[in-house]
């Protein structure tokens, strides 16, 4: 059977851009000629849809469509690659399990508007909060929420541990004799039906309450921006130029820690050996990045394929809500400085 990776290879597309072509992705801003150019190819390697495909296929059993409803915009998306990685994992699975997924539904674009009749299940990307989400539709036979939940007496969800997350990191830090450690974050928001509010992130109060049951906490180097490289960028330099740079820095974004990195390197600061980085989400740039980074890899694809699961098996005849929590995993690079102590511990220059 022909994949989508296939497809994108002989296109030369991202697997990520020939997805949203197959699936009618309306947010995709994507030429006339390259939409019709991956339609060509998989045409011509015999790719099938789900409706078309032979066999086993789950969406017999599965009433309605099945719809995947993000509150970033794909400008947040694009900046971000965490929230791309969850979606390409419902896709993924969508696709092995046959669900006829409809278009992907984005808050930004839905505005007054109302979700389809035709979508009888949804997959929630964010925090998008209950109200808001009976507001739009009235007519759900199942919602699961993913990076977030709402109500465990009612919905399924998907997310991680951020408390155990940040303490993988931060305590990493201090267990390498760091004292003097920094924060770089971005804004959490919560959508409601006539506003959105800003929320604390779940990093910055467990940075917050480690450093400050050390007696190490220092709020002028806990700074708060958006997910974006830029910001990282933006950020590190606004602590350099006041005199505020930190012995080492957890940002909680690796599309963050690669813009302070920019930012040190940029006036000469030398990383791990003059400010250490740790990084969250374990991207793929993470281990390219010029200094490469030692980050929280959470299983966002997985994240979005365990979605789809529990959907399906709530359908399926099970009645009580499930929340699953995955696990995270703190992986070592050179940012850190771990590993050149290593070297050094062993004689080594």
Do not use: W
């Not at 009749?117 to 929420?145: C, F, M, P, Q, W």
């Not at 303490?167 to 830090?173: D, P």
């Amino acid at each position: 059977m022909t994949t989508i990776k296939e497809i994108a290879l002989r296109a030369n597309y991202s697997s990520s851009t020939v997805s949203r072509v197959l699936n009618h992705d309306t947010t995709l801003s994507v030429s006339p000629e390259a939409r019709s150019k991956i339609l060509s190819i998989a045409k011509e390697l015999g790719y099938k849809t789900v409706q078309e495909r032979k066999g086993t296929n789950t969406s017999k059993t599965i009433p309605g469509k099945v719809g995947v409803l993000i509150c970033h915009s794909l400008e947040e998306e694009l900046n971000d690659a965490y929230f791309i990685h969850i979606r390409q994992g419902v896709e993924s699975e969508c696709e092995k399990r046959g669900l006829d997924l409809a278009e992907v539904l984005r808050l930004s674009q839905l505005k007054a508007g109302k979700i389809s009749d035709e979508i009888k299940n949804l997959i929630v990307v964010g925090r998008i909060s209950e109200e808001l989400l009976r507001a739009l539709t009235d007519h759900l036979e199942n919602v699961v929420y993913i990076n977030h939940s709402t109500n465990d007496d009612v919905y399924d969800a998907v997310v991680i541990d951020f408390e155990h997350a940040t303490r993988q990191a931060v305590e990493h830090l201090l267990e390498l004799g760091y004292k003097d450690i920094g924060f770089i974050g971005g804004q959490e928001v919560e959508h409601f039906v006539d506003r959105t509010e800003d929320l604390e992130e779940g990093r910055k109060a467990t940075f917050r309450k480690i450093m400050e049951e050390k007696g190490l906490f220092a709020e002028e180097k806990c700074l708060v921006g958006q997910f974006r490289i830029s910001e990282g960028y933006r950020l590190m330099k606004e602590m350099i130029e006041s005199s505020r740079v930190p012995e080492a820095v957890f940002a909680s974004s690796d599309a963050m820690a690669v813009g302070a990195l920019r930012a040190l390197q940029e006036n000469n600061y030398q990383v791990p050996d003059d400010v250490a980085i740790i990084g969250f989400n374990d991207i793929e740039l993470a281990s390219y990045a010029s200094t490469p980074l030692t980050t929280v890899r959470v299983h966002t694809e997985e994240m979005g394929k365990t979605g789809v699961k529990l959907m399906i098996d709530r359908l399926e005849g099970r009645n009580i809500p499930m929340k699953v929590v995955l696990p995270t995993e703190l992986i070592i690079r050179e940012s850190c400085g771990s590993r050149k102590r290593d070297l050094q511990k062993k004689g080594i220059s």
